[in-house]
């Protein structure tokens, strides 16, 4: 667990050093909130995005979020999760639609017992980003967990139900 603090703590620091407010002749919206279906943050989950101008071409996206997922039995589940996604990216382009890769993890939180289990993931996407405040905003993404069989650290030996492609819709502001 001090491992994972290590490191969101080190892309905090990057992310506040390095990101600085660029002013453009567009004042591109800075933030985002949206619904997430499927994806990282398990099956519905709701995020809140922030955007940091690098240049003309390139943002920083930070995103966390709480969602909820299940084990992959459909009828009867015996466990529900809460979902706790959380990523930083690189998104390129020049104006509404850009091209979308970073890292991410999920932290899933069994509700019916004390235990958690971890997953670490690149993620890849497309999405439209409008240019102006209280516009609509789209994002298609595909995050591959990672496969590592180790306890608490990956989800390939669990139950949880993690669909790798997803959807965002929401409102920039």
């Not at 382009?93 to 979308?100: A, D, I, K, V």
């Not at 967990?145 to 502001?173: E, T, W």
């Amino acid at each position: 667990m001090k491992y994972i603090v290590n490191i969101v703590f080190v892309f905090w620091i990057t992310n506040n050093i390095i990101c600085q407010e660029i002013k453009f002749f567009n004042q591109r919206p800075l933030k985002n909130i949206f619904l997430g279906i499927a994806g990282d943050g398990g099956l519905a989950s709701i995020n809140h995005e922030k955007l940091h101008l690098l240049s003309f071409k390139l943002m920083i996206s930070n995103r966390v979020g709480l969602g909820l997922s299940q084990d992959y039995s459909f009828t009867d589940p015996e466990n529900y999760y809460i979902a706790i996604p959380s990523n930083i990216s690189f998104c390129f382009g020049r104006r509404r639609l850009l091209f979308e890769l970073g890292f991410g993890s999920t932290v899933f939180l069994n509700i019916n017992k004390p235990f958690y289990e971890f997953s670490f993931y690149p993620i890849i996407g497309y999405r439209f980003q409008p240019l102006t405040k209280n516009k609509l905003f789209i994002k298609i993404f595909a995050s591959l967990p990672n496969k590592l069989n180790s306890d608490n650290m990956s989800i390939a030996s669990s139950k949880v139900l993690f669909i790798p492609l997803g959807i965002n819709i929401g409102k920039s502001f």
